[in-house]
Every structure is written in C-alpha cells, then in structure tokens.
C-alpha cells in the first residue's frame, strides 16, 4: 500500500491522480470487506466505533499505514506548493494548474479515509483528529505565509480543531505553584510541559498558554521559599528536560521545507537542520544550559531583590529628615538603627543567595551590576521619569556583598576601577543620599557606598582626584568619618581586650561591629574566631579531665546575622579548618607558630559548636558546601565500619561525637530542608550496627530516631530501595543523585528494633499524608521488608490508624508472638546453671568466665537482666562488677529488645501474682534499674512498654507502667523538676546561658554509659573513651522515642495518662527541632481517633508541642488556646476566607509587616518556606477544629473495660470506620463555606482582595495537605452536581455536518470564512476558556470555575483523589441522569490535563475511559439529529478527545481489550 507513494511525482499530475485513485480504490475495497453490505445510513454500524477501531484490533487496513500515505502525499503536496508557479491560459484566464489537479485528487483519498466517499458514509479509517494532526505543518509554517490559499484554509480547518480540542485536554489555568517540601514529585513536570499535550498547546493562543507554569516562574517560587539550591537546579534540569522532549514532538511532527529557510521562535531552520540562536553559532549543550540557568537565576534574583526593596521603601519613612550635624556628632557613640530594622533579614537571606550565585560562577558580576543600575535607571535612559523614587542605597550594600569575592574584588570590579571607571559612577548615581539623614537611616545601609570606597581604596588610582572625576562624590563622602570613627573603636576595644563589640549582645554593638565586617576584608572573622579560640591557654573541662577545651568567648546571635556574607563563609571556614576538619583534634596557633594540636586540649568549646550552626542558619547557600563535605566524611566513615575491625583514633571519635551531636540537636531543621535528606540514612546505615563505644552508639541511634522522623516525602522509601547510593558528590555546583535503580538491600536496614518500629511508623505515615502512586516502580511491601531482619508484630490498636496498604502487608505477614520468658523458666535457669555462681560468690574467676561465655550466645542474652531482676527481687542482689562485665559483651544495638525482654517478664511476674496493679517494690526495684544503676536506659523502657505489640486498650498493667515511667518515678521526676528549673529556652539560638544550664544538668545528673552508676573505684574492664557532651542529656534521648510513644498513647484510648503525660512533659518539646510539623503530622494521622476529639486532650497536645510565641495564629486559635473557649462554631465564610488569603498572600510572595510582634528570625524559625509556614498553621488550626466538631459523637468510641467495649479490631471494623469518617467529614462545613466562596465570588467578605486564580490554587493546596476526606474528596465529589445542574451543561450543542474535502475543493467560496460551521458554535465555549480569559472578559461561570479548582486539587492530589474521581464518574455513567453531549464533554475536561498520570495505572486508566464511553453511548440515541451526515460540536470533540487518547497516550493491548466491548457498542 505504502509503495503507490512512489508513484507520486511532482511533475506528472497524471500519475499522481491514478495513484491516488488506486489507494482510494483499495481504501474503499478494505472497508467493503470491514463492514460488508451493511447500509451506510444505518447508526448501528459504527461511524464513532470506526474512529477508534484501532483500539479494538477490527481495521483491516491498519490506521498507522493510512496515515503514513496521508503523510507523504500531502508533504510533497506542500514541497511542489511552494516551488510549482500556476500557470495562464493565452486568453488570461486562469486555469487549473497540475498542482491543483494534484490538490483535488488528494481530497478525494481524504475523503475515502474519513468516510465520507460514495459507499463508504460513516465508515471511516482514520479520525478526523488524525487527518487533523497529519494535515497541520506546525505554527512555523502555518504562519510563514508560504501556502496557498486552499491549502492555508485547510490548515487554518485543522489548527482549529487542534485548538478546541486543546481547550479541552489543558486545564482553564495551570499557574499552579511549585511548593518546595509540599509539592508531590509529579509536580515538578507540569502539564504543560508534557510532549503528549505539546502538539494541542502549539495550537493556543498566547494568552491561553499563559496559564502554565514556566521555569521563571518556578525559579522565582523556589527562591523566594528559601528552596535548597540542589532543588532550585534539578526544578530547572526537569523543566528543561521535558522542553526539550516536548520539542522534539513537536518538531517530529512539524512539516520541514525541503529547500529555503524560515525563522521561528527567535532562530533560524536552515538546510542543514543546525539552529543558530541570534545569529550566532550553537555552543555546546552544557554552555547552553549554564546560559540558560544563569539567565532564569539572574531575573528571578533581580525581581526579588526589587519586590524586597519596594517593601522596605513602604514601611521606612525616608522622607522626614534629621539634622545632619547632630547625626555626626552622635555617631561616635550610638549606631544609627531604624525603629524597625526587622524587615533586613529579608536582604540578609538575598544577599546569601546572591553571594552563592557569583562565587560559584552561575551569575556573573558584572551581570547583576548592570541589571541592579537598571532597576533604577531602565536601559531607554541614564535620566528617566522616577529615578530618584527607585534610588535605594540596599543595591549598593547588595553589590558590596559581593566585593568580598576575592575573584569578584580583582577582576572585573579591579579592571574599572583602573579604567573608565563606569561602575564606580553607576555606583554614586544608584546613591540615595536622603536615606542616611532620614528618619528611619540605617547606617548598615546607608555607609554601604562609603564602605566599598574604603575597601577598594587600594585599587582606585589617583584617590585625590577620584573627586573631580565623579562630582556625585562630594555628597557621599560627608559621611565617611562615620566610618573611620566605627572602624577606630572596633580595633581599640579589640587591643584593649574589650569585646563588647564581639559578643553582640545589643543591637547596637552588632550594627558596629556588622558595619566594620564590610570596610575591610576578613578584619572581623578573624577577630571573631580569635574571640572564640583565644591566642592564650585558658582550659577549662566539658565533663572531666578527658573533655577538655580551650576557653574562649560567646558570639551573639544578631552580630552573625549582620554580618557580611564574605564574613560568616570566611569564619565558618576558620572554624572548620581548625577545629573540625583535622582527624588530629582541633588545631591551635600560639606564639605565631603553625597550627598544630595542643596537648592536653582534646575538644572544640561549646560555643564555637553554637557558632557553627547558627552561621548555616544564616548563610545556608554559601556555607552548604562545608555541609556537603562533613557529610560526605560521615559516609566514608560509615564506610570504614562496614569493613569491619576498624579502630578509629580517640581525636576521630570525638570528631564524630560532637558531629553526631550537633546535627541532632541542632541541624535537625536544617536537614529537613536539605535536598538530600531523604539519603541521609545512608550516612550511618552501618554505624548503627558496628559501632561499640557505648556513647558514641546512643548519640547516633538518638540520631537515626530522629531524622527518621523527619522524613515527609515518598524519596525517603526511594532511599531505602537504593543500596547503590555514593554520596552527593563534593563541588560548589548543585548535584543530582541521578536514575535511582530500586533494589531491595541484602541486609535489613535496622537490627535495632526500637528504630525498626520507628521507621514502620514513619513509612506509615507518609503512605497516609502523601501516598506512593505517583512513584511507579517502587515497591511498598519491599520497603518494609527491609527494615527489618525478622517481620513485626503489630496490635490491632496500632493496625487500626495505619493506611491500608500497610496495614494489609502486616496482615499477610503476621509472625508469631515472641516468646515470652516466664517467670519460674528464670527461676529454674538460675538453679540449674552453676554459670549464675559467679552473681550469688563474689570472687569466683572461674564462675565469672563461665557467666561470660554463657551469656555469649545471642539467643540467651535477653535473660540476663531477667535474672538480675530476679535476684534482686530476692533481696540477693548481685554484684554489679561482674554484671557490668557480663553486659557490656552485648552489642548496643540490641539493648533496646533486650529491655523490652525485661518489660515484659516483668508484666508477665506482675500476672502470675494475680494483682491487678504492679506492686510498689516492682516500681521502685525498676527504677532503680533505670536511675540508680543505670542497667537499662529510660528511653528503651518507655519504647519497650508501648512498641506496639501489645494492644494497650486492654492491657492495663503495661498502661500503668508507663505512667509510673513517665510520671511518678521519683530520680525522673526529680530531673523533671530541675529541668523545669532551669527552664531551657525554646529560642536555643538566643539563649546565652544554655551551656550554663546543660552543665548545671549533668552536673547533678550524671550520666554514665557503662553500666558503672553504682560502682566506685578502679574499674575493671576500664571505661572507654570519654567524649565531649555539648548538647545532649537523658531528656533529649527521650524526646524521639517520646515522639513515638505519642502514638501508641493515643491509640490506648486513656485521655487521663495522655493529658497528664502533655501538660507534664510538654517543656521538653521546647528543644525539639520540628515541633510544629510534629504536630501536624500527629492530629493528621489521628485525625479520627475518639482519643483526640475532646477539647481538653487536644488542647494539651498543642500546649505541649506550641511555642506560641514562635508561630501566628488566628485570633481564634489563640483564645482555644488560652481556654478560653472550647467552641467551634466560629468556622464561617469570613474565618474560612482569611484561611484561603493567608495562603494566598505567601503564594503571591507578599511581603507585609508581621501581623505578630517578636517573631523568630525567619532563618531560625522551624519552617523558613512562608508558604509550608502559612499552610502547615492552616492544618494545625483546622484539624484542631475537626478534633471539637467530632467531640459530642466520639465519647462511644472509646473504649471502656469496665463495658467490655467498642473493641475495634478486625478489618471489617476498621473499614466501617473509613466509611463512617467520611460521613461525618461531609456535615463538616468547610467543604461547603470553600465551594460557595469559589463559585461565588461576590460572597466573600472582602471581594476584590485575591479574586483570581491564586485564591483557588490556595484551596487546592489546602486541600492536599488536609487529610483526604475532609476537603480533596468533597470538591472532587462536587462534579456530580456540576455536571447535572449546571443549565449550561444540561444542553446539547448544535448540530454539525461532518467535513467533506472534495467539497471543500470544489467550493467557489475561495474567501469564506476558514471555519464554514462557526455559526453553529455551541454556547457553552466559555466553560472551557481560560480562567483568567473569562474573568478578564466578564464571562465567569460556574463551570469553568469549577474545572479550574477540581484541576488544582487533581495536580496536587494523589491516587486517592483519581480514584474519588473515578468512582464520582462512575456513578454518573451508570446513574442514567446524563442527558447532553456537553455534560459529556465537561466530564471529558475533567480527564484530559491527567492523562500522563492516569497512564501509569491500567485499572484506574480503564475504569474511567470505560465510564466515558458508556456514557457516549448513553447519549447519542438522545440526541435527534445525529445520524451518518451529522454531529454535533461536542460529541465531535468527545470523539477527537478519545483519538487523542488512543494516540498520546497508549497504556497497552491489555487495557485495550477491556475497552474493546465498550467501543464495539459506540454508534
């Protein structure tokens, strides 16, 4: 068939009409033998059936064969088009050319492939949407004029219905924003950027197109919400991506001329297929791309820091001014800071950024220079209209920033300074000398200009002149001996040891000192490090004669802020290289000698540890590398543990101690928000299992507990299932990790089973919040396969709130109990080994070494503390030098079962004894276990109590245990008490006294790690290696694994042990690093426990885990808070607004003045993103409400033993709460205030404020960080009501005849309109506009703004919402009340922007096409006047809908055969 195009000469008309002729002929013959004698008039056989007919395997002549001929016939229609003149007959009438002769022909076969030839009605082999697709050239030659009149209408015919049908596959409004840390990984490959949707988004107009995302618009996003940088560049690399592929479809399905050249899109096509951008020659791919980075950067940076400085001129008044006199005079003495200076942490975080950006090379100097001179002076005029509004002296203390850059100071700032010295003018235009003698100057910003005339007065020539060279100079320079007189005072407090200026402890000695960083290079880091590790011997101890450190002073929080940004990379460097980077220990320089180490100063002082982290928190872009390479030394080392019989050095171990400490108590924030935090398990994996300084091992499994539990996204499972990982590799530009081949690891991940739990929990937990469908490849059940070397036992108390998922692979899996040590099997143990001589002799050596070897078998070590326990109980208690030895042969990691061992035996003698409450000396005997001789850690009892294999409903002896534990053991409600004492601060950061008080803990409390609490005396074996404790104590161990036991409390159903445990325990949660989001994820994945819905419970939990001075909150929130009222009714249209606006505002990147005075800096707040800020708040306060509005009915659900009931335990039960949940999610009314504020604009409280798009993409967001059923499935479930009562949608559309080529050709209506049916348009074209089109226009409705917020929450959303979605399509297929071909098409939109996604789930892909077609079927029968001559608009677009489908997006002949029975019954 194929090989008749060959026949197809250009320059011989007559063999290219009996060619074409022939494969008519063979066309129609195929479709005789398809479909017999069978009446073309007759609907039932099949005109929309053909259309797909593909799908079901019925074409005799494959349609991929069709139109390939279509397209080799009409490309060399086009080539002959264009070199082919028409030709006159002599009497000057014009005739029909060959070429003509050849463009008739060709619509006689389109004719025979659509159907529409003599014999053939209604009987096509290719769809229209194909002919469609093969016939359009693409938007470059469309438009380049180079067609012929019949042959332009045709390709305008084919653009158009591209383009209806685009309207249709692409959401009213894409704009969704990229949240960073919120966002689902399918986000980051937007719709529109999908080669699948490319061919039909070619065809939209540019205002349509503008309703998508674009990767200015992305960088923008992720800068402004403090994104690491690695995700700043892989958002990026994605976008660029999918272009590219994007590209290449369209190109691949783009018409290119065979001769001669065309422009498009800003280049140029030529012969030879090479693209040349500008006219210049291509550079390579990877130059290509850094042009293209560094310019998305630079604009987005320029924008930014414009946004920020238009805010700063809004809130300072600049306009009032003082005496300038009495300013000089008083400079001396007082630093000028403007009443509010709050609002520079905004320039301190860009300036980071901005600093990252040049050192690294990504932006140029001179780039940035010249795009801050044209935020002042636009590059149409050095003199514009407003220049003096836009001077602002913030650029010029940005670009001093950067003259801190070595490279930056002598290359190109050092180049015009000996030249024409056009930047050094540019810098005294840019000079507002108003602000510095204006009410709010701020000396930090107004002497930047005076201070990089100091700093580069070495590279300024002839300075006596540079005054009659730049004549602006004259009114900067007045100023300047503010400088030196700062500049003075600085170094004589410096020389006469003064450090006032150092500490930083007010403001204004901050300013000072801050001011000065900028006048000469590294002056003040090197003053600031030598402040913290004084040229002098001053030792003093950590925790004894083995931890000692070099006495140093403190550095204040404000001065590290304010500093230049050369300066905090230029100390953290110090500080690194010094004291934290030598496998030697920290390395000291006295007397001018090389930097060596010091005999007798083994460890770092406390606060150059606090000095480290608060410079990351400040500048976390210029300083990630530092933190890419400690990083990268823990994995090696890591590493070295694997192999094995490696013995690290006492200055390694204590390296990796303060390490291990540091990032767990003080960097946990800031690896939340690491790129790379998903793979940071990798970086201890071993560790945790080879490790044996018992220290050492407590510190890094309090570690593992806790970035486990900071894990919030589907990467953390990607992590597990990549045993290939090697690190991120260590350079200043961002990394990627790369295709990640999931594997399932040979060794579980965690021998430890206290961490096992916890990592189940997690896994749990993110399948609940965020769901897995979107990761194809990944496996569930092999993710929790591997956590653990044996499978877990779970009570139904704990299966009941995990996902289904889960909760069914613990079903399938359940192991059998594990044995339970019985009281009288120790006691006849103890009899019957004489080993256990050596507990009841002391002295016996031979006894002792028989214990030892005893004991040294794994299986028999968990009942060694059962058989001290039993000893003492038997008032014979042994000697504790011989149970440390036994002890301290077991490996650390298996402690915490061994405990667990233990708390059970002892349930298990409580029973035995038939008492209903353990008795007072078992209490008392296990607490001193715990305090006194510290044989067991009070964490690993309260994990061992409430693991979770134990259904504490009905076990009130474990319960009562662990309100002893928690509550009413004496030595820790004594610690207790001083810790409340001492009062910890929750703003650690600011707290000078923190040492003091963590000294004065363990000084009462010490702790000791090997089992020697009791002893006195030489030890024998001795002690291991003391390391230095700078942050860590009992208390913060038990955080973590309190954090766990959370859970399992409010799964016990006791409201009095839980509200107890908060209102007593709850300032411990003030040095918890993620307290906010751990409060989030507890009310969200308890959202329906009865335990939680009472006012008081739940109270208590947000007390417990709030500062509420660090965070803002509703008005209303606050007095619940207070108690002052325990009501819920508040929830109205004017509360649910000021929701949606608060989100809506970060979105838009609104910066405005806190609404809440003596707020955490915004680097030291939990959440630094304002927009995860902003919707983790709205979540905490909603499912807190939830909590109230469920109260009344959940007091019967819990469950009561002295009633014997509700026990919920079984699946059956389980689901039945699933099911009751969401019925009572739907009489909850914030789905319904939401609705009515959307589809009814007018409604809001405040109409105007965020009426377009951003305020529906707010409630998409919401709606997908709330749990599922509360918001996402209740708008997802509102189509139903859209689709039927909506009159718009309730009406068919016109009809409409189906197009005929020949009679298109033979047409004499060579000037009609392009579209011959455009009269007969359907009205409801605008429910498929462009929101922002139809708002603009004033033709809003309700439909389409319906589409555009079910699109956000579909974008957002997970499977569960498809599969809402799915099951709300289903019901309206089968329920019989779908009436028009545009209710059909609506329900069409609603499908089409997911298509990419759905593709990758058969059954779901399936379920919902079927559902579609059914209800096609449905309604042709109701609609008059479709028959084999006749449509209809919509069901034409239903149909080019369903090509397109079969087209784009083909998920495989298995899917296809399930649909085949519903295309067979299309008409």
Not at 663 to 685: D, E, G, I
Not at 890 to 906: G, K, N, R, W, Y
Not at 1191 to 1202: C, E, H, I, K
Request: proline share 5%.
């Amino acid at each position: 068939y194929l090989l008749l195009t060959q026949l197809f000469e250009l320059h011989r008309p007559r063999t290219w009409v009996a060619a074409v002729r022939l494969m008519s002929m063979v066309t129609k013959s195929a479709i005789g033998i398809m479909y017999g004698s069978a009446a073309p008039d007759d609907m039932g056989s099949g005109t929309h059936a053909a259309s797909l007919s593909e799908i079901s395997g019925l074409n005799l002549l494959p349609e991929g064969v069709c139109r390939e001929s279509i397209r080799q016939v009409w490309r060399l229609l086009l080539d002959s088009a264009a070199t082919e003149p028409p030709q006159a007959s002599v009497l000057g009438a014009t005739r029909r050319t060959r070429w003509q002769i050849r463009f008739e022909a060709t619509m006689e076969l389109l004719d025979s492939y659509v159907g529409r030839t003599e014999h053939c009605v209604g009987r096509p082999l290719v769809s229209y949407y194909m002919i469609s697709r093969e016939l359009d050239p693409g938007a470059a030659v469309a438009e380049s004029g180079m067609l012929t009149g019949e042959m332009q209408r045709i390709v305008d015919l084919c653009f158009g219905r591209k383009r209806r049908l685009g309207r249709i596959l692409l959401p009213p409004d894409g704009s969704w924003p990229l949240i960073s840390h919120a966002s689902r990984a399918h986000t980051v490959k937007h719709v529109y950027d999908q080669p699948g949707y490319a061919l039909v988004r070619d065809s939209l107009t540019l205002e349509e197109t503008q309703r998508g995302a674009s990767a200015g618009r992305v960088v923008a996003d992720l800068l402004y919400q403090r994104a690491p940088i690695d995700e700043v560049f892989a958002a990026m690399r994605n976008h660029r991506t999918m272009q590219r592929k994007a590209k290449a479809a369209v190109a691949n399905d783009s018409y290119m001329p065979n001769s001669g050249e065309y422009t498009a899109n800003g280049g140029e096509y030529i012969a030879n297929d090479k693209y040349v951008a500008n006219g210049a020659e291509a550079d390579t791919d990877a130059e290509i791309e850094r042009r293209e980075s560094s310019m998305l950067l630079l604009d987005a940076m320029a924008q930014r820091i414009e946004h920020i400085v238009r805010f700063i001129q809004r809130q300072c008044d600049f306009e009032t001014l003082l005496d300038e006199r009495k300013l000089n005079a008083n400079s001396d003495a007082t630093m000028i800071v403007p009443r509010k200076f709050g609002y520079w942490e905004h320039m301190n975080e860009v300036a980071d950024q901005l600093y990252y950006f040049v050192l690294s090379d990504t932006i140029s100097y001179t780039d940035i220079h010249a795009r801050l001179y044209a935020l002042v002076f636009p590059a149409d005029s050095d003199i514009h209209p407003g220049s003096e509004a836009r001077k602002d002296n913030s650029y010029i203390w940005l670009l001093l920033q950067l003259l801190h850059i070595e490279k930056v100071a002598a290359g190109p700032v050092r180049a015009d300074l000996a030249g024409d010295e056009d930047m050094l003018e540019q810098l005294l235009q840019m000079y507002n000398e108003r602000q510095i003698v204006s009410r709010d100057a701020f000396y930090l910003r107004d002497l930047a200009l005076q201070a990089t005339m100091s700093h580069q007065q070495a590279s300024i020539r002839d300075n006596h002149g540079v005054k009659f060279r730049h004549p602006r100079m004259a009114v900067a320079m007045p100023f300047a001996p503010v400088l030196f007189q700062l500049q003075n005072e600085f170094g004589q407090q410096f020389k006469d040891e003064n450090y006032a200026l150092l500490q930083g402890r007010d403001v204004c000695a901050a300013m000072k000192t801050a001011t000065v960083s900028q006048i000469r290079q590294y002056v003040v880091p090197n003053a600031l490090y030598t402040f913290l590790v004084p040229a002098r011997e001053s030792v003093a101890q950590l925790q004894g004669t083995a931890t000692t450190y070099l006495q140093g002073g403190n550095v204040g929080f404000q001065l590290l802020d304010f500093i230049n940004v050369g300066g905090k990379h230029r100390l953290l460097q110090l500080i690194y290289k010094m004291m934290l980077a030598h496998e030697q220990g920290p390395q000291f320089q006295f007397d001018g000698r090389q930097p060596s180490a010091r005999a007798g100063i083994t460890c770092v002082s406390p606060h150059v540890v606090d000095t480290v982290y608060m410079l990351l928190y400040n500048a976390p872009y210029s300083n990630e590398l530092m933190m890419k390479e400690v990083l990268e030394k823990l994995r090696r080392s890591d590493k070295a543990m694997a192999q094995g019989g490696t013995r690290f050095s006492a200055a390694n171990l204590r390296w990796l101690y303060t390490v291990y400490q540091l990032m767990n108590c003080r960097l946990l924030r800031f690896f939340k928000y690491y790129a790379h935090a998903s793979h940071l398990v990798h970086h201890l994996r071993h560790s945790l299992v080879h490790v044996t300084h018992r220290q050492l091992y407590r510190s890094l499994e309090c570690f593992a507990l806790c970035l486990v539990n900071l894990q919030h996204d589907v990467g953390f499972l990607q992590a597990l299932m990549n045993p290939a990982y090697h690190g991120v590799p260590l350079t200043p530009h961002p990394s990627a990790l790369g295709a990640i081949r999931y594997s399932k690891p040979k060794d579980a991940w965690f021998e430890c089973a206290m961490l096992a739990r916890n990592a189940a929990v997690v896994i749990a937990r993110i399948e609940t919040m965020r769901g897995l469908g979107d990761v194809p490849g990944l496996e569930l059940d092999e993710c929790l396969d591997s956590l653990a070397p044996q499978p877990q036992l779970w009570a139904p108390a704990v299966l009941r709130y995990l996902p289904r998922a889960v909760r069914a692979y613990y079903t399938r899996r359940t192991p059998q109990p594990s044995a339970r040590v019985s009281p009288a099997s120790v006691r006849q143990l103890i009899g019957a080994r004489p080993e256990h001589a050596a507990l009841l002799r002391p002295g016996d050596v031979a006894a002792e070494s028989a214990l030892a070897a005893f004991y040294a078998a794994p299986e028999r070590q968990a009942l060694f503390l059962c058989v001290v326990w039993v000893l003492h109980e038997r008032q014979t208690p042994p000697p504790m030098a011989v149970v440390r030895r036994v002890l301290l042969t077991f490996p650390p990691l298996q402690m915490s079962s061994h405990t667990s061992a233990l708390l059970d035996f002892i349930v298990a003698c409580e029973t035995e004894r038939g008492t209903a409450e353990p008795a007072s000396a078992t209490m008392q005997l296990l607490n001193d276990f715990m305090f006194r001789f510290q044989l067991v850690h009070h964490e690993h009892v309260v994990f061992a109590l409430t693991r979770g294999e134990h259904d504490l409903r009905t076990d009130r002896m474990r319960l009562l245990l662990t309100r002893y534990v928690l509550l009413e053991s004496p030595q820790f409600s004594e610690r207790l008490d001083e810790w409340h004492r001492l009062d910890f601060q929750g703003r650690y950061w600011a707290d000078f006294e923190h040492w003091k008080k963590q000294d004065a803990y363990l000084a009462r409390f010490p702790e000791f790690f090997e089992f020697e609490a009791a002893l006195e005396g030489p030890l024998e074996p001795a002690p291991a290696l003391s390391l230095p404790v700078y942050y860590e104590n009992g208390m913060v161990r038990l955080l973590p694994v309190l954090e766990f036991a959370l859970g399992r409390m409010i799964e016990a159903e006791d409201r009095g042990l839980l509200r107890d445990v908060l209102d007593r325990m709850g300032i411990l949660y003030r040095l918890h690093q993620v307290p906010l989001t751990t409060l989030m994820n507890t009310l969200f994945v308890y959202f329906n426990a009865p335990t939680l819905h009472d006012a008081a419970v739940v109270r208590s939990l947000n007390r417990a885990l709030l500062d509420m001075s660090q965070q803002n909150f509703s008005p209303e929130f606050e007095q619940f808070m207070r108690g002052d009222t325990d009501d819920c009714t508040h929830i109205d249209a004017r509360y649910v607004s000021r929701i949606i606006e608060r989100i809506a505002r970060a979105i838009m990147r609104h910066i405005a003045p806190p609404t809440k005075q003596n707020l955490p800096e915004i680097h030291y707040r939990e959440i630094p993103n304002p927009i995860l800020l902003a919707l983790t708040e709205c979540v905490v306060e909603l499912l807190t409400w939830w909590c109230l509005h469920c109260a009344p009915s959940s007091a019967a659900r819990l469950y009561d033993s002295a009633r014997n009931g509700p026990l919920v335990a079984s699946e059956t039960e389980f689901r039945a709460e699933e099911q009751q949940r969401r019925t009572w999610a739907a009489e909850w009314p914030l789905a319904q205030l939401l609705l009515e504020l959307i589809m009814e604009p007018e409604r809001r409280p405040e109409p105007g404020a965020y009426a377009g798009a951003t305020y529906i993409h707010s409630t998409g967001l919401l709606a997908n960080v709330l749990p599922d059923e509360l918001l996402a499935f209740p708008i997802v479930q509102h189509l139903s009501r859209i689709v039927l009562d909506e009159p718009v949608l309730k009406s068919n559309s016109g009809p409409k005849r189906y197009f005929s080529f020949v009679e298109f050709a033979r047409s004499s209506q060579l000037n009609a309109d392009a579209d011959p049916d455009a009269a007969t348009r359907f009205a409801a074209t605008s429910v498929f506009n462009s929101f922002e089109q139809n708002r603009n226009h004033n033709m809003a409705n309700r439909p389409n703004t319906f589409l555009t917020l079910l699109h956000s929450v579909l974008h957002y959303g997970g499977i569960a919402t498809f599969n809402t979605l799915s099951d709300t399509i289903h019901a309206l297929a089968t329920g019989g009340e779908l009436c028009s071909d545009i209710q059909l098409l609506y329900l069409c939109a609603t499908v089409g922007p997911i298509l990419y996604r759905l593709v990758d789930h058969e059954a779901l892909y399936v379920q919902i096409l079927g559902d579609l077609l059914s209800s096609l079927v449905q309604i042709c029968p109701r609609i008059s006047h479709l028959d084999a001559e006749c449509s209809t608009d919509a069901i034409e677009q239903v149909m080019d809908f369903f090509c397109f489908v079969k087209d784009q997006f083909d998920p495989g002949r298995s899917a296809w055969r399930r649909l085949a029975p519903h295309i067979a019954a299309l008409p």
